[in-house]
């Protein structure tokens, strides 16, 4: 079993089963409505997501798309769309587990609108934390 939590941990959740594939996502749409470069998703089934407390609020971001959030602090938690019915696409930064450098992605999908640099990041001026 693994928990997740948003920020506030006013939403706190379980998964109780296995995880089924490990995404790295490079699609336009998810870039927009994480704001992120790529989006990292597990799916799991939806029976495995177990809500220990709080409330999800949830935006439909297409008509197949709905984002499930906390209302409270507005941490994405998972996306759920009728064309991958019966799973829960947990989004993984949102997972409390200590094995989350464990859990690598399986694939990459919508490589074709991936951002060109994001193959060359591990070659940047790294520091430890933020730069003052
Ligand atoms: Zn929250
Ligand atoms: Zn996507």
């Not at 594939?21 to 699609?27: A, E, F, P, Q």
């Not at 993984?92 to 640099?117: A, H, M, Q, R, T």
Request: aromatic share 10%.
């Amino acid at each position: 079993m693994v928990l997740g939590s948003c920020l506030c941990n006013a939403v706190q959740f379980k998964v109780t089963g296995d995880f089924k594939r490990i995404v790295n996502c490079h699609c336009n749409l998810c870039r927009k409505m994480n704001g992120a470069a790529f989006s990292t998703y597990v799916a799991i089934l939806q029976t495995d997501f177990e809500l220990v407390t709080g409330d999800l609020s949830f935006c439909d971001v297409t008509e197949n798309a709905r984002k499930h959030f906390c209302g409270e602090c507005g941490t994405p938690i998972f996306n759920s769309n009728p064309k991958y019915a019966g799973l829960n696409i947990l989004h993984l930064g949102c997972l409390d587990s200590d094995l989350l450098g464990e859990l690598k992605p399986d694939v990459n999908i919508y490589d074709e609108s991936k951002i060109s640099w994001l193959e060359s990041i591990s070659g940047l001026p790294t520091f430890d934390k933020a730069i003052g």
